[in-house]
């Protein structure tokens, strides 16, 4: 019986090659109680890194697909993404 389920180096491998490899989460992730230009701010430069990222869609995609309700992933926030999912769910 051949089994079903794939090595999952083959499902991470896109990170291997992502813009944000080895940085600090803190730029992706928002440290408890920050609000408003200072979370623009840190956000804008997790895109900036995301920007010029090879991996950036499968990033998002992964996102999506897992339902990461935290942190920059692929470009686009956290509200961006319930922003983005709420759409899809009226439609």
Known sequence: M????????????????????????SVFFSPTG???????????AA????GSCPVSSACDLFAKASRQAYGVW??????ERREK??????H
Do not use: Y
């Open 2 to 25: 051949k089994s079903q389920t794939k090595p999952l180096l083959e499902i991470w491998k896109w990170q291997a090659d992502a813009a944000c490899r080895g940085m600090d989460s």
């Open 34 to 44: 920050e609000r408003g230009a200072a979370r623009r701010r840190r956000e804008e």
């Open 47 to 50: 895109r900036a890194i995301c």
């Open 74 to 79: 692929g470009g686009r926030t956290e509200a």
């Open 85 to 90: 999912a709420q759409d899809v769910r009226r």
